[in-house]
């Protein structure tokens, strides 16, 4: 009876087989339990993952550009000595005279370098060097921008490759008026920049920019062409009154 009285209740009986199918279950249940907890830490980091905003691209062809243009034609009346302007303007360009040693170097028999004067570009000082070179023409010559580059202020010289130039200057005589004692001789000259706008820049209006750009290229053209033609007259006059040095007759002042 004491044994009777001291019996486990029935939930808690253990005998080798039922000790063995618990421990069996418990083994199946765990395993099962950590598959879950697997699977749901690894749709737990792809839902993560594509919920993640893509990275940011910015492209460097983004940066804001400013466009330049300007054109000026002058012409001028050039008195006909004994020889004729329209042979002078036929000579081939390896006969130019270089007009100015002070702004224009020679670099081979029809290409030159010339050296444009300093200007002020809102607080920098800018001065362009053009490599141009010449081609003749009937009546004339074309000469064409081949490369530009900028010198100045480190933040200048930094936009040398941030930039494109082109620039056409066609200077003829007058083909209908060859037996006038009295021709005229023109120069038409168009220049286009457009430059990628410096960082420093950028909170200034691109039409405050443009306009800035294209004032400075027409005050160039106003200052420049009326002076170059000078100097052509006077270098045909030289050349037909039988000077054949070809020397310039510049002195690099504006």
């Known amino acids: 009876m004491a044994a009777a009285g001291f019996a486990s209740p029935p939930s808690l009986a253990y005998s080798p087989a039922s000790g063995r199918r618990a421990s069996l279950r418990n083994l199946l249940s765990?395993?099962?339990?950590?598959r879950?907890?697997?699977?749901?830490g690894g749709g737990?980091?792809?839902?993560?993952?594509?919920?993640?905003?893509?990275p940011l691209r910015v492209s460097a062809s983004s940066s804001p550009k400013a466009r330049f243009v300007a054109r000026r034609k002058e012409s001028v009346s050039v008195?006909?000595?004994?020889?004729p302007l329209s042979d002078y303007m036929s000579l081939p360009a390896s006969q130019y005279s270089v007009l100015d040693a002070e702004r224009i170097e020679?670099?081979?028999?029809n290409?030159?370098?010339?050296y444009v004067y300093r200007f002020k570009f809102f607080a920098f000082e800018v001065c362009p060097v053009l490599l141009v070179r010449v081609e003749e023409q009937p009546n004339g010559c074309c000469i064409e921008?081949?490369?530009c580059k900028l010198e100045g202020s480190p933040i200048v010289a930094a936009q040398n490759n941030k930039f494109d130039a082109s620039m056409v200057n066609r200077i003829s005589c007058d083909s209908n008026r060859r037996t006038s004692s009295l021709q005229q001789l023109t120069s038409d000259t168009t220049i286009e920049v457009s430059i990628d706008i410096p960082f420093a820049f950028r909170a200034i209006p691109v039409q405050a920019i443009e306009s800035s750009g294209t004032q400075i290229l027409e005050q160039i053209l106003r200052i420049m062409l009326p002076r170059f033609m000078t100097q052509l007259v006077k270098d045909y006059q030289a050349w037909a009154t039988g000077d054949t040095s070809r020397q310039p007759l510049g002195t690099g002042k504006i």
């Open 106 to 109: 020679r670099v081979d028999e």
């Open 145 to 147: 921008l081949l490369s």
């Open 111 to 114: 290409t030159f370098r010339c």
């Open 79 to 83: 008195r006909q000595l004994d020889r």
């Open 36 to 40: 879950l907890a697997s699977s749901d």
């Open 44 to 54: 737990g980091g792809s839902g993560s993952s594509s919920s993640r905003p893509p």
């Open 30 to 34: 765990f395993r099962h339990a950590l």
